[in-house]
């Protein structure tokens, strides 16, 4: 290994402790309540190198944002390939978006809120990997559409624009996620949170199934 190489390779090793440390304290803070000196104590490092990584705590927001994205990301392309056909993908998908939203709780809630995140909207290189980042989420569910209508799993009918069923079926699930991490008197009957994801999942799937046609 070169000089070069191995520096360049010290350097991301750098960034990537530096986001480990922004995650710690900004999950543990929050993002509104912590700093630059915070994060420079956790990272050992000091708050003048991490301006040479980071810009500032946005930058950092960002970066961390396009962890969460990827991690998503990845768990849908390994359950599409885990599976055949398009009804079946798309059930995984759902299921990755559950699994995710328990085991990436803190990557989970990024997402959640970066609407509410004006930080992650600045233009620069990770705003712009985010974004294309998140489009390769969806065209993930629109190709598991697509798999389906192709292979006779589901109906072309029930899924006559493939993009607009992915919003759909995301923001049902998301919906249903959401209700089940919110404690509330008015939900003390509800059922357990896996029972009920795949219950959503069945229902779902069965308004877009072949075998099911409109009006039966």
């Known amino acids: 290994m070169n000089l070069e190489v191995r520096r360049e390779r010290e350097k991301q090793e ?7 440390a922004a995650e710690t304290v900004f999950f543990k803070k929050g993002y509104d309540r912590c700093s630059m000196e915070e994060i420079a104590r956790e990272a050992q490092l000091s ?9 500032d705590k946005a930058a950092m927001l960002r ?21 055949a056909t398009g009804m079946e993908q798309i059930a995984a998908l759902g ?7 328990r085991e990436q709780s ?37 190709q598991a559409l697509e798999t389906g209508i192709a292979d006779g799993t589901l109906c072309p009918e029930r899924v006559r624009d493939p993009l607009m069923t992915a919003f759909f079926l995301r923001g049902a699930v998301h919906g249903v996620i959401m209700e089940t991490r919110l404690p509330s008197p008015s939900l003390a ?15 779902l799937s069965h308004g877009m199934r072949a075998d099911s046609p409109p009006g039966r």
Request: hydrophobic share 45%.
């Open 95 to 101: 299921l990755a978006y559950y699994e995710f939203s």
């Open 189 to 203: 009957g509800l059922p357990e949170q896996s029972r009920l994801i795949r219950y959503t999942l069945d229902m």
């Open 63 to 83: 970066a961390i944002g396009l962890r969460a994205v990827e991690n998503l990301r990845d768990r849908f392309a390994a359950a599409i390939a885990a599976h």
């Open 47 to 55: 708050r003048a190198l991490l301006y040479v990584y980071f810009k």
């Open 106 to 142: 803190d990557y989970f809630d990024v997402l959640t809120q970066s609407a509410g995140f004006s930080h992650l909207l600045t233009a620069d290189e990770l705003s712009e990997a985010l974004q294309r980042c998140g489009n390769e989420v969806m065209q993930l569910m629109v």
């Open 14 to 20: 750098r960034r990537e402790s530096i986001l480990d």
